[in-house]
């Protein structure tokens, strides 16, 4: 069955230093989101991206964060100067229409 | 805004025990519903989904039933297995939203003891 990948599947970082998280899709999919959990909380929607670019965006992801489809398979997400409640495990998700999302098995991010 | 509701846990069974766990919504129009299921130390796996009224939702077991009328999508197994144990998403998908953006309950987790 078609996966999403992702990687690193744990990353640390000291504050302040700029992270990418790299993900890949199900090839044939056309919209591909991040989402976030904070340990124990919630799954909260970052980021929506189509057709090379934002499609939706929530309040989280501010101008430290940004998107990226740099070729035809990796889908990255780039927080540019870390802080410490960025601390999250942080998903990504292809769908090709209305079935239900395809997860990646998440990177756990540790700023400290 | 559209919103998701789901009951507090943890939730524990001994196994072969009925499972129910609740879940309501809030949202414009007619929401795609979905449940998700998160093992320990990996990411979030579909379960099962209805994208329209009494549609109901079924996949190892689980089941669940779109109620309009009480804007519900609660989630169901008849005997609960120890493997069972994970946390359970409740989430929409809203209809206005051309971005299949989904927004997800608290999760419940549930402990099920042999």
């Known amino acids: 069955e078609p996966e999403v990948t992702q990687t690193p599947s744990h990353q640390v970082t000291q504050m302040g230093q700029e992270v990418i998280l790299r993900c890949v899709p199900i090839?044939?999919?056309?919209?591909f989101y991040w989402y976030r959990q904070i340990l124990g909380q919630k799954v909260e929607f970052l980021v929506s991206?189509?057709?090379?670019?934002?499609?939706?965006k929530s309040e989280i992801f501010d101008d430290q964060f940004s998107v990226e489809r740099p070729d035809g398979s990796n889908f990255t997400l780039k927080i540019r100067s870390t802080k410490l409640e960025d601390s999250a495990m942080y998903f990504c998700?292809?769908?090709?229409?209305?079935?239900?999302?395809?997860f990646g098995s998440g990177t756990r991010l540790t700023v400290v | 805004g559209d919103s998701v509701t789901q009951m507090e846990g943890p939730v524990t069974l001994s196994e072969e025990a009925f499972l129910t766990i609740n879940c309501t919504y809030t949202?414009?129009?007619?929401?795609?519903l979905f449940w998700y299921v998160q093992y320990p130390g990996e990411g979030l796996q579909l379960l099962l989904k209805?994208?329209?009224?009494?549609d109901k939702g079924s996949n190892k077991g689980f089941e669940a039933t779109y109620r309009k009328e009480t804007t519900s999508f609660h989630l169901e197994k008849g005997s609960v297995q120890v493997s069972d144990s994970a946390v359970y998403f409740c989430?929409?998908?809203?209809?206005?939203?051309?971005?299949?953006?989904?927004?997800f309950g608290t999760g419940t987790r549930l402990k099920v003891l042999a």
């Open positions: 998700a292809s769908i090709q229409g209305a079935d239900g999302y395809t």
């Open positions: 090839s044939n999919h056309l919209y």
């Open positions: 991206f189509y057709n090379n670019e934002i499609s939706e």
């Open positions: 949202a414009t129009g007619y929401p795609s």
């Open positions: 209805a994208t329209k009224a009494d």
């Open positions: 989430a929409l998908s809203p209809r206005t939203s051309g971005t299949y953006k989904y927004i």
